[in-house]
């Protein structure tokens, strides 16, 4: 059975950070891309950032600088990195996985991803 495992969400004050992490479980070894998205109350799925099996990554511009992506590849647990959090970054943050295609990951969207964990709660504070 397969799982994606969030943790690390919580609440902070602007300008603070958070590590999120995804432990999967019952992934093939070949797994395409993994990725990061989150959703806000009212508002759309969008890519936060995703990572390629070389380890080459994408973000939008949104949190270009401010997250890092990164993969564990003894285990595949996938990591996010917030720094500089804002109250716009608020929202639930999901873990997915594309064990499907081949396709580059870039900047595709929720429908690229088989695979998605329950969510974290990211709350930022002004």
């Known amino acids: 059975q397969v799982q994606l495992v969030e943790s690390g969400g919580g609440s902070v004050q602007a300008g603070g950070s958070l590590r999120l992490s995804c432990v999967p479980s019952?992934?093939?070894?070949?797994?395409?891309?993994m990725a990061w998205f989150r959703q806000a109350p009212g508002q759309e799925r969008e890519g936060v950032a995703t990572?390629?099996?070389?380890?080459?990554?994408w973000y939008a511009d949104t949190v270009k600088g401010r997250f890092t992506i990164s993969q564990d590849s003894a285990n595949n647990t996938l990591y996010l990195q917030m720094n500089s959090l804002k109250p716009e970054d608020t929202a639930m943050y999901y873990c997915?996985?594309?064990?499907?295609?081949?396709?580059?990951?870039?900047?595709?969207?929720?429908?690229?991803?088989?695979?998605w964990g329950q969510g974290t709660q990211v709350t930022v504070s002004s």
């Open positions: 997915a996985a594309d064990t499907r295609s081949t396709f580059r990951c870039g900047s595709r969207g929720p429908a690229a991803y088989n695979q």
């Open positions: 990572i390629n099996p070389s380890g080459a990554a």
């Open positions: 019952g992934l093939p070894a070949d797994i395409n891309c």
